[in-house]
């Protein structure tokens, strides 16, 4: 249930729902998902399902992931992109697959502590990762080519708004908890922000400060 056969029927799948984007498939296929959750759901990892990783937080379906990443790679190359919610770390390794640096900010220190274990056992070295407050992006290492929310907020706070520039993109489901949320990218022009819908969702909400 965890070998390359497994990753590779997942990816599969994944282009039978959609996914175009070859590059973000294939770091599906290279990515034990397995390894980023508990190993009493391992033999679930490969299911296009959210799984509990505890606190409270979930690791994302893969086709979520998948169309996620593929929509902050649409409007042109990411080299330089701002994860909020590192949760298990998944998230931030299928980016790291397919755009050059990523940093990644959580706010709860043992899903911190874990991800960063798993990023280095696999060898992922270009995600930077830190503990903070996601809402506030990661000022020093702006401006981002794009930014992914991994939580959503009931609007993308205007701190992550200033941290992508002019040309950027900005991926995020909005809207409350146990409501309608609209997975949504922004695109950053001269003139401001425009916002496409590009899907419906259901995510954790996303909270401000420390866990």
Do not use: C
């Not at 390359?4 to 282009?15: G, I, P, V």
């Not at 959210?50 to 169309?67: C, D, E, F, K, N």
């Not at 701190?159 to 900005?170: A, D, H, K, M, S």
């Amino acid at each position: 249930m965890t070998s390359q056969r497994t990753r590779d029927r997942l990816a599969e799948r994944l282009a039978e729902k959609g996914i175009r984007d070859t590059a973000v498939l294939e770091a599906i296929r290279s990515t034990p998902r397995h390894l980023f959750m508990d190993e009493a759901l391992a033999t679930r990892a490969y299911e296009d399902t959210a799984l509990p990783i505890g606190h409270g937080q979930t690791i994302s379906q893969p086709w979520v992931v998948a169309r996620m990443t593929e929509a902050l790679r649409e409007i042109q190359p990411m080299d330089r992109v701002l994860e909020v919610g590192t949760g298990s770390g998944y998230q931030a390794a299928i980016l790291g697959g397919v755009v050059d640096e990523v940093y990644t900010v959580e706010r709860i220190s043992e899903l911190v502590r874990l991800a960063r274990e798993r990023l280095r056992e696999l060898r992922v070295n270009n995600v930077h990762l830190r503990q903070g407050d996601g809402a506030e992006g990661w000022v020093d290492q702006a401006p981002f080519d794009g930014i992914l929310l991994t939580a959503a907020p009931e609007e993308v706070p205007s701190e992550l708004l200033e941290q992508v520039r002019e040309g950027g993109r900005i991926v995020a489901p909005v809207g409350r908890e146990g409501g309608v949320q609209e997975l949504v990218a922004l695109d950053r022009t001269s003139e401001g922000f425009e916002r496409t819908v590009l899907d419906y969702v259901a995510f954790v909400p996303l909270i401000r400060g420390r866990g």
